[in-house]
């Protein structure tokens, strides 16, 4: 099996090609993070559109390590949810009307699954039970993966997503879009003196939009004491760290509490805040003694084909190749 597999749900134009052993023979991704951060966040209309433009050259590169290029494919995975409408109008189309040229079967995967699924990059024998905890940028998810088909969710945000609450608190301290790796390069050598509330719900539930409201007011605070209090790198390097330490903090709290309640023995923890130096760093120290932990390399945490292609073979193995024409859906809620 040589699968081509495409993202394009969001803001990165993403394809990869893996073979049936789960190898990555290739990984390309074209960020439009510079197109969209004069607006300060993802245009839904300009990603669609920049999806458009690059897609097949993004392909081409993707398929650069094949002999044989397209001759050599034997299945095409892509993305059909969730996810930006337009964009994954983009990416479906594109993989269904290659995949009829040349006569391969398609099969839809769920971004979701492809974020908790990223693990078996770093642990190929990955197989359940385990617990995978999801933070992006739309989503903070607990999940207690049970078997191949079953897949319950534990825990989930009621506001804002830990990698949203990023981006918008990057906004306040004047750091550039996209905010989270803004706040992790910031928050180096940071002193977290200012305290933030640890938002831990009850059911394993997050939210994080208090957090950030907390951090909002603490910032009028320092502004209105001194007009200038953040064009100081230090104040701002404290105020990142501080508002890291508690996210950090948070999701560290309620995945110790949730290996506890599911009796696990390994959990996973993915999704583009996975990349974060902090968090990477306290869920080792703090769940690892509880639990084996996984945790994929940065480039397969934030959005890229690789993993669309791992939870594409699962979904093969597990369900066959989808019936022709691929059924987008932008809301799709479905880790099994
Ligand atoms: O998984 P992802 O690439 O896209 C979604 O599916 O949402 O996650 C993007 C989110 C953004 O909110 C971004 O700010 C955050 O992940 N992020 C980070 C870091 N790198 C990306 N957050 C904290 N620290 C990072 N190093
Ligand atoms: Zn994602």
């Not at 034997?74 to 337009?86: E, I, K, Q, S, Y």
């Not at 642990?123 to 359940?128: A, N, T, V």
């Not at 739309?138 to 897949?151: C, E, Y």
Request: charged share 20%.
């Amino acid at each position: 099996m040589i699968l081509l597999a495409i993202e394009t749900s969001c803001d990165e134009t993403a394809a990869a090609v893996v073979d049936g052993g789960g190898r990555v023979l290739s990984s390309v991704v074209a960020s439009q993070a510079a197109a969209h951060a004069r607006f300060g966040g993802v245009v839904p209309e300009l990603a669609a559109r920049m999806h458009v433009e690059r897609i097949a050259e993004v392909v081409t590169e993707a398929l650069q390590p094949l002999d044989r290029g397209w001759d050599a494919l034997t299945a095409v995975a892509v993305t059909r949810g969730p996810g930006l409408a337009g964009c994954l109008l983009v990416g479906t189309g594109y993989a269904q009307a290659a995949a009829a040229a040349r006569g391969l079967p398609v099969v839809g995967v769920s971004h979701m699954v492809g974020h908790v699924w990223a693990a078996r990059l770093a642990r190929p024998d990955l197989e359940p039970p385990f617990l995978a905890l999801v933070v992006s940028g739309g989503h903070t998810d607990l999940v207690h993966v049970r078997s191949g088909q079953d897949a319950l969710l534990l825990g989930a945000t009621r506001d804002d997503a830990v990698g949203e609450a990023f981006d918008k608190v990057a906004r306040l301290l004047g750091l550039p879009y996209p905010g989270g790796p803004a706040i992790d390069r910031a928050a180096r050598g940071g002193d977290p003196r200012f305290r933030l509330p640890r938002p831990v719900l009850p059911d394993f539930a997050f939210s994080f939009s208090g957090l950030k409201t907390a951090v909002r007011y603490l910032v009028e605070e320092i502004v209105a004491a001194d007009p200038l209090a953040l064009a100081n790198p230090r104040m701002v390097a404290d105020l990142a760290a501080s508002f890291q330490t508690a996210a950090v903090d948070t999701l560290c709290l309620q995945l110790e509490a949730a290996i506890e309640h599911t009796g696990v023995s390994r959990a996973v923890v993915v999704g583009g805040v996975a990349s974060n130096r902090q968090l990477r760093a306290e869920v080792a120290r703090r769940c690892g003694p509880l639990a084996d932990i996984v945790i994929p390399p940065a480039e397969y945490c934030t959005d890229n084909a690789a993993m669309i292609g791992v939870a594409g073979l699962r979904a093969i193995a597990e369900g066959g190749f989808d019936p022709e024409p691929l059924v987008v859906d932008p809301g799709l809620i479905d880790y099994s």
